[in-house]
Structures are given as C-alpha cells and as structure tokens.
C-alpha cells in the first residue's frame, strides 16, 4: 500500500503541476495563450474559460473525498491533452514536435490507474 501511495502522489502531483502551469497562462488571458489558442482556431473567449476549468480539474484532484467528482477530472483534463494534442496536429504541426505534449498524458494515466488501486476501485470485466 505504501508503494501505492507513493506512486500515486508523485504521479499525480507532476500532472497537477502540468496541468497548473498550462492553465495559469490561459487564466490569465496572456497575449501568448491567446495568440496559440486563436493559431488553433479557437476565439479569444475559450482561453480563460478552459484555464479555469483546468485550474478547477487540478482542485478536485488534489482534495480528498468526492470520488465522482475525481473521476470526471481525470476524464476533463484527459479530454483537454488529447484535444490540444489533436488541435496542434490538425493546423499542420509535425507530429515529431508534439511529442514531448504528448508525453503529459502519462502522468495523469499512472495517476489515475493508481488512484484507482489505492481507493480499491475496479473495473468491470
């Protein structure tokens, strides 16, 4: 259980701390999140608003308790990497370059697998 413990935190505070940085800049509105946000196709308004709701997503990882509520952070913050993954390849970005994004998917996976060990969740089989 230890090791489990372990794992998790570690895991889960390198993706919260992934996912805090990207969302602080968004919060913020800087000209920088705008101008990628707006390269993508996306206008001004959903910078802000996907900033905060990662700010939020990272809250409800790191409270205790409320295991729903986890469960569809995970989902969201999940659904942000892989759309701002698919986002940068659909506007002509070689997918070389997006690697290194790609890879802050893995936090979040082991984060999740081992939240889901250490509360005792199982999947249906």
């Keep these: 259980m230890k090791k489990t413990n372990i794992i998790y935190w ?18 913020l509105n800087t000209a920088d999140a705008v101008s990628f946000m ?28 409320f295991p729903r509520v986890k469960e569809w952070a995970y989902a969201g913050l999940a659904f942000d990497l892989l759309g701002a993954v698919y986002s940068v390849l659909a506007v002509g970005t070689p ?15 082991v984060s999740y697998i ?8 199982v999947h249906a089989q």
């Design 95 to 109: 997918p070389l370059m997006v690697l290194p994004m790609a890879l802050f998917i893995a936090p979040g996976v």
């Design 10 to 27: 570690i895991s889960t505070g390198l993706f919260a701390a992934v996912m805090l940085f990207s969302a602080v800049p968004d919060v």
């Design 114 to 121: 081992f939240w889901r060990k250490k509360t005792g969740a």
């Design 38 to 65: 707006s390269k993508l196709g996306y206008p001004s308004y959903f910078t802000p608003f996907i900033g905060l709701m990662k700010v939020l997503g990272v809250a409800a990882l790191l409270v205790p308790g």
